[in-house]
């Protein structure tokens, strides 16, 4: 069976530090990617999604970046993080069909001091 | 451009009583996709039911069930004899059946709120 991983669960940083969130999937190939935000009682904002290694799409203008460096594996940067990149953090993913259902991960609450 | 309207931002019920959540969509395409998902206080969003636009025939699993209605554009969520347990923020998603790049459009979600 298929099974998504984000690590860290929680994360307090001070303004201006770097960032790396990782999520790793188990248990297929190929899947497409993606990273979500969710601000406090708001709903989901698609940052970034991938189709393969190296292939990044980006949603909205921001501080952050994503990589892929591996199939099963990506990963959400900043070089500096602001106070409006708090928030809860969601990894996803897709088998790459249409047909196929979004799965997500645990996610990561990041707060920015 | 495809667009989920979920016009009740929160509901909140006593225990017991039965609660619908609306969803309604927006697409030009003829394949589509819906989804339910579940996101309790913990944070992960939990997959509940994903329907295509073929199937309108409605599904029930224990106390949930779902009405896909293409005339109207709805696919409404019924949770029977609510428990506390319920209580999360659920989202309906749509997502194009061919042709697209598998993006998900969700709505913003309806808190459901269930006092014992």
């Known amino acids: 069976s298929q099974t998504i991983h984000q690590w860290p669960a929680t994360l307090v940083q001070p303004v201006g530090s770097p960032l790396s969130l990782e999520c790793t999937v188990e248990?297929?190939?190929?899947?497409?990617l993606y990273w979500y935000r969710q601000a406090a009682g708001r709903g989901l904002q698609l940052l970034f999604y991938s189709v393969g290694i190296g292939q990044i799409s980006s949603e909205v203008p921001q501080n952050l970046s994503a990589s892929r460096p591996q199939d099963r594996q990506f990963i959400l940067s900043s070089k500096k993080l602001l106070l409006s990149d708090s928030g809860f953090y969601l990894c996803a993913w897709i088998g790459g069909r249409a047909t196929d259902t979004q799965y997500f991960g645990p996610g990561t609450r990041l707060t920015v001091l | 451009a495809q667009k989920v309207t979920q016009a009740q931002t929160e509901i909140s019920v006593v225990e017991k009583e039965d609660v619908t959540l609306d969803c309604v969509y927006e697409t030009r395409d003829t394949t589509y996709y819906l989804f339910w998902y579940k996101q309790p206080p913990s944070g992960e969003l939990v997959f509940l039911i994903r329907?295509?636009?073929?199937?309108?025939q409605n599904e029930i699993s224990g106390r949930y069930s779902w009405n896909f209605q293409k005339s109207t554009s709805s696919f409404n969520f019924t949770i029977t004899a609510s428990q506390v347990v319920d209580s999360a923020v659920y989202f309906c998603a749509l997502m194009r059946g061919s042709g697209g790049s598998y993006i998900p459009t969700f709505g913003r979600g309806t808190s459901l709120i269930v006092h014992p």
């Open positions: 329907r295509n636009s073929f199937d309108e």
């Open positions: 248990g297929t190939s190929n899947p497409n």
